[in-house]
Antibody, heavy 116, light 107 residues
Framework: QVKLLQSGAALVKPGASVKMSCKASGYTFTDYWVSWVKQSHGKSLEWIGEIYPNSGATNFNEKFKGKATLTVDKSTSTAYMELSRLTSEDSAIYYC?????????WGQGVMVTVSS | DIQMTQSPASLSASLGETVTIECRASEDIYSNLAWYQQKPGNSPQLLIYDANSLADGVPSRFSGSGSGTQYSLKINSLQSEDVASYFCQQYNNYPYTFGAGTKLELK
């Protein structure tokens, strides 16, 4: 069955960067777009962007250009997102959903806390 | 960006009741709309895609309808396990956008 296993929670200082992972299994990793979605505490969902593992092609929400970098490692079926120049506004849960017909499968989420 | 206006923001209903949640897009999204359920502490789960197609394993008491800019999610015969937040999402245009969510509670 499809699984998306995300890395653990992170506590990072303002101005630093954080890189999180999303390890996929149960399907052909290179065939489908993997997205990243932000959920700030108690709020709705924001689409950050997506990556096509086969080619590395990406699409981004303009709001997150310069903030998020998306990469993949095809050898381990893992997608990565790095967030840079972190501020308190970046404290949130980050999910990696898999787009089939819609966001059919979701990782368990990574809680990122930005605090000094 | 396409704005997704979801209503109501919160909803209180009794067991066995039928509830409806609405979502209006700021432009035509050609039925490229999904509904998700999110329970506290959990990831969102897909309920409906393409406006009216039931995702695998989702109970048949959930249904979606609509076209153009107006869409709705209906839950028939509300069960206790349906207490959750519900979000609509359009995937017709980039950036994909979500509604603000509806928090469903039991009366």
């Amino acid at each position: 069955q499809v699984k998306l296993l995300q890395s653990g929670a992170a506590l990072v200082k303002p101005g630093a960067s954080v890189k999180m992972s999303c390890k996929a299994s149960g399907y052909t990793f290179t065939d489908y777009w993997v997205s990243w979605v932000k959920q700030s505490h108690g709020k709705s969902l924001e689409w950050i962007g997506e990556i096509y593992p086969n080619s590395g092609a990406t699409n981004f929400n303009e709001k997150f250009k310069g903030k998020a970098t998306l990469t993949v490692d095809k050898s381990t079926s893992t997608a990565y997102m790095e967030l840079s120049r972190l501020t308190s506004e970046d404290s949130a849960i980050y999910y990696c959903p898999l787009f089939l017909g819609a966001f059919d499968y979701w990782g368990q989420g990574v809680m990122v806390t930005v605090s000094s | 960006d396409i704005q997704m206006t979801q209503s109501p923001a919160s909803l209180s209903a009794s067991l066995g009741e039928t509830v409806t949640i609405e979502c209006r897009a700021s432009e035509d999204i050609y039925s490229n709309l999904a509904w998700y359920q999110q329970k506290p502490g959990n990831s969102p789960q897909l309920l409906i895609y393409d406006a009216n197609s039931l995702a695998d394993g989702v109970p048949s008491r959930f249904s979606g309808s609509g076209s153009g800019t107006q869409y709705s999610l209906k839950i028939n015969s509300l069960q206790s396990e349906d207490v959750a937040s519900y979000f609509c999402q359009q995937y017709n245009n980039y950036p994909y956008t979500f509604g603000a969510g509806t928090k469903l509670e039991l009366k």
